[in-house]
Protein backbone atom coordinates (compact mmCIF):
# COMPACT_ATOMS: atom_id res chain seq x y z
CA UNK A 1 0.00 0.00 0.00
CA UNK A 2 1.44 3.77 -0.96
CA UNK A 3 4.49 2.00 -2.23
CA UNK A 4 5.42 2.59 -5.98
CA UNK A 5 8.17 3.81 -8.47
CA UNK A 6 7.62 7.87 -7.09
CA UNK A 7 9.20 6.02 -3.76
CA UNK A 8 12.05 3.61 -5.19
CA UNK A 9 12.82 6.72 -7.27
CA UNK A 10 12.84 8.87 -3.82
CA UNK A 11 14.62 6.32 -2.37
CA UNK A 12 17.44 5.60 -4.75
CA UNK A 13 18.36 8.91 -5.36
CA UNK A 14 18.99 9.11 -1.49
CA UNK A 15 21.08 6.19 -1.92
CA UNK A 16 22.85 7.24 -5.07
CA UNK A 17 23.79 10.61 -2.78
CA UNK A 18 25.17 8.45 0.03
CA UNK A 19 27.31 5.88 -2.16
CA UNK A 20 28.96 9.89 -3.34
CA UNK A 21 30.87 9.83 0.01
CA UNK A 22 30.67 6.68 1.84
CA UNK A 23 33.72 7.27 3.83
CA UNK A 24 31.63 10.20 5.27
CA UNK A 25 28.27 9.22 5.28
CA UNK A 26 28.85 6.05 6.91
CA UNK A 27 30.86 8.15 9.76
CA UNK A 28 27.81 10.21 10.30
CA UNK A 29 25.83 6.82 10.40
CA UNK A 30 27.91 5.34 13.31
CA UNK A 31 28.41 8.48 14.71
CA UNK A 32 24.78 9.64 15.29
CA UNK A 33 24.08 6.04 16.77
CA UNK A 34 26.86 6.23 19.48
CA UNK A 35 25.31 9.88 19.82
CA UNK A 36 21.83 8.64 20.61
CA UNK A 37 22.85 5.36 22.45
CA UNK A 38 26.17 5.10 23.65
CA UNK A 39 25.87 1.89 25.04
CA UNK A 40 26.26 0.85 21.36
CA UNK A 41 29.71 1.30 20.60
CA UNK A 42 30.53 -1.64 22.71
CA UNK A 43 29.03 -3.78 20.23
CA UNK A 44 30.79 -3.24 17.53
CA UNK A 45 34.22 -4.93 17.12
CA UNK A 46 36.13 -1.85 15.55
CA UNK A 47 34.69 0.69 17.73
CA UNK A 48 34.89 -0.90 20.91
CA UNK A 49 39.21 -0.36 21.06
CA UNK A 50 38.96 3.77 20.32
CA UNK A 51 37.80 6.37 22.05
CA UNK A 52 36.73 8.22 18.78
CA UNK A 53 35.26 6.82 15.46
CA UNK A 54 37.48 5.23 13.41
CA UNK A 55 38.60 7.16 10.54
CA UNK A 56 39.42 5.45 7.43
CA UNK A 57 37.97 2.24 8.60
CA UNK A 58 36.87 -0.23 6.19
CA UNK A 59 35.23 -2.55 8.51
CA UNK A 60 33.27 0.38 9.30
CA UNK A 61 32.23 1.48 6.10
CA UNK A 62 31.41 -1.69 5.38
CA UNK A 63 28.62 -2.30 7.91
CA UNK A 64 27.19 1.01 7.39
CA UNK A 65 27.11 0.27 3.60
CA UNK A 66 24.98 -3.18 4.61
CA UNK A 67 22.60 -1.26 5.79
CA UNK A 68 21.66 1.25 3.26
CA UNK A 69 22.02 -1.35 0.73
CA UNK A 70 19.61 -3.54 2.54
CA UNK A 71 17.09 -0.76 3.06
CA UNK A 72 17.28 0.37 -0.50
CA UNK A 73 16.56 -3.28 -1.63
CA UNK A 74 13.58 -3.64 0.52
CA UNK A 75 11.97 -0.21 -1.07
CA UNK A 76 12.43 -2.43 -4.44
CA UNK A 77 11.39 -5.43 -3.16
CA UNK A 78 7.82 -3.67 -1.45
CA UNK A 79 7.36 -2.01 -5.28
CA UNK A 80 7.81 -5.55 -7.02
CA UNK A 81 5.92 -8.11 -4.17
CA UNK A 82 4.62 -5.60 -1.94
CA UNK A 83 6.51 -7.29 0.93
CA UNK A 84 10.42 -8.00 2.17
CA UNK A 85 11.54 -10.83 1.14
CA UNK A 86 14.93 -12.19 2.27
CA UNK A 87 16.82 -15.28 1.65
CA UNK A 88 15.79 -17.66 4.69
CA UNK A 89 20.06 -18.22 5.29
CA UNK A 90 20.91 -14.89 5.40
CA UNK A 91 17.51 -13.94 8.10
CA UNK A 92 18.87 -16.75 10.32
CA UNK A 93 22.47 -15.62 10.09
CA UNK A 94 21.42 -11.40 10.97
CA UNK A 95 19.00 -12.93 13.62
CA UNK A 96 21.84 -15.05 15.40
CA UNK A 97 25.01 -12.36 14.75
CA UNK A 98 22.40 -9.59 16.32
CA UNK A 99 21.17 -11.53 19.10
CA UNK A 100 24.73 -12.28 19.90
CA UNK A 101 25.77 -8.91 20.21
CA UNK A 102 23.22 -8.12 22.81
CA UNK A 103 21.10 -6.12 19.94
CA UNK A 104 17.53 -5.76 21.41
CA UNK A 105 14.10 -4.37 20.14
CA UNK A 106 14.79 -0.40 21.05
CA UNK A 107 18.31 -0.06 19.65
CA UNK A 108 16.37 -0.57 15.93
CA UNK A 109 14.58 2.77 16.73
CA UNK A 110 17.66 3.87 16.86
CA UNK A 111 19.38 2.91 14.44
CA UNK A 112 16.17 4.01 11.98
CA UNK A 113 16.80 7.62 13.90
CA UNK A 114 20.35 7.86 12.68
CA UNK A 115 19.61 6.75 9.32
CA UNK A 116 16.89 9.14 8.32
CA UNK A 117 19.33 11.84 10.22
CA UNK A 118 21.99 10.97 7.18
CA UNK A 119 19.51 10.78 4.74
CA UNK A 120 18.09 14.40 5.56
CA UNK A 121 21.72 15.56 5.93
CA UNK A 122 23.11 13.89 3.09
CA UNK A 123 19.93 15.64 0.34
CA UNK A 124 19.62 19.35 2.06
CA UNK A 125 17.16 20.82 -0.05
CA UNK A 126 15.94 17.69 -2.02
CA UNK A 127 15.09 16.13 1.12
CA UNK A 128 11.18 15.60 1.50
CA UNK A 129 8.64 14.40 4.19
CA UNK A 130 7.58 11.34 1.23
CA UNK A 131 11.58 10.73 0.57
CA UNK A 132 11.36 10.88 4.74
CA UNK A 133 8.73 8.11 4.65
CA UNK A 134 9.89 5.87 1.38
CA UNK A 135 13.06 5.18 3.47
CA UNK A 136 11.12 4.52 6.81
CA UNK A 137 8.69 2.50 5.27
CA UNK A 138 10.93 0.62 4.26
CA UNK A 139 13.21 0.20 7.02
CA UNK A 140 10.61 -0.84 9.10
CA UNK A 141 9.72 -3.87 7.03
CA UNK A 142 13.13 -4.53 7.28
CA UNK A 143 13.91 -4.34 10.49
CA UNK A 144 10.08 -6.26 11.09
CA UNK A 145 11.76 -9.78 9.15
CA UNK A 146 15.06 -9.55 11.14
CA UNK A 147 13.36 -8.92 14.44
CA UNK A 148 11.12 -11.64 13.56
CA UNK A 149 14.08 -14.29 13.64
CA UNK A 150 15.69 -12.72 17.14
CA UNK A 151 14.19 -14.09 20.54
CA UNK A 152 12.16 -11.45 21.67
CA UNK A 153 10.51 -11.49 18.27
CA UNK A 154 8.07 -8.81 17.91
C1 LIG B 1 26.15 -6.82 12.16
C2 LIG B 1 22.57 -5.51 9.17
C3 LIG B 1 20.20 -3.58 12.93
C4 LIG B 1 24.21 -3.98 15.57
C5 LIG B 1 25.36 -6.69 11.04
C6 LIG B 1 25.64 -7.27 9.75
C7 LIG B 1 24.64 -6.89 8.91
C8 LIG B 1 23.71 -6.08 9.66
C9 LIG B 1 24.49 -7.25 7.43
C10 LIG B 1 26.87 -8.12 9.41
C11 LIG B 1 26.61 -9.55 9.78
C12 LIG B 1 27.86 -10.39 9.62
O1 LIG B 1 28.86 -10.12 10.28
O2 LIG B 1 27.82 -11.32 8.83
C13 LIG B 1 21.61 -4.87 9.94
C14 LIG B 1 20.33 -4.40 9.44
C15 LIG B 1 19.65 -3.88 10.50
C16 LIG B 1 20.52 -4.01 11.65
C17 LIG B 1 19.89 -4.50 7.98
C18 LIG B 1 18.29 -3.25 10.60
C19 LIG B 1 17.36 -3.23 9.66
C20 LIG B 1 21.08 -3.48 13.97
C21 LIG B 1 20.83 -2.82 15.23
C22 LIG B 1 21.97 -2.89 15.96
C23 LIG B 1 22.94 -3.64 15.18
C24 LIG B 1 19.51 -2.16 15.61
C25 LIG B 1 22.25 -2.31 17.33
C26 LIG B 1 22.50 -1.03 17.49
C27 LIG B 1 25.06 -4.82 14.89
C28 LIG B 1 26.31 -5.30 15.44
C29 LIG B 1 26.89 -6.12 14.46
C30 LIG B 1 25.95 -6.13 13.33
C31 LIG B 1 26.88 -4.95 16.80
C32 LIG B 1 28.23 -6.84 14.53
C33 LIG B 1 29.30 -5.89 14.07
C34 LIG B 1 30.70 -6.47 14.29
O3 LIG B 1 31.14 -7.24 13.43
O4 LIG B 1 31.31 -6.14 15.31
N1 LIG B 1 24.17 -5.98 10.96
N2 LIG B 1 21.70 -4.60 11.27
N3 LIG B 1 22.37 -3.97 13.98
N4 LIG B 1 24.87 -5.33 13.64
FE1 LIG B 1 23.31 -4.95 12.45
C1 LIG C 1 23.94 -2.11 12.44
N1 LIG C 1 24.20 -3.27 11.90
C2 LIG C 1 25.07 -3.32 10.95
C3 LIG C 1 25.69 -2.22 10.47
C4 LIG C 1 25.43 -1.00 11.01
C5 LIG C 1 26.02 0.17 10.55
C6 LIG C 1 25.74 1.36 11.10
C7 LIG C 1 24.89 1.42 12.12
C8 LIG C 1 24.28 0.28 12.59
C9 LIG C 1 24.54 -0.94 12.02
Known sequence: CGFGER????????WDRLM?????????FFTSIVEIAPVSKDMFSFLRDSDEIP????????HAVKVFKMTYES??????????????STLKHLGFVHVKKGVLEPHFEV???AL?????E???E?????MNNAWSTSFDELATAIKREMTFSV
Do not use: F, T
Open 7 to 14: EVALVRSS
Open 20 to 28: QNIPHYSIR
Open 55 to 62: LNSPQLEA
Open 75 to 88: AIQLQEKGEVVIED
Open 111 to 113: LKG
Open 116 to 120: LNIIK
Open 122 to 124: AMR
Open 126 to 130: KWSED
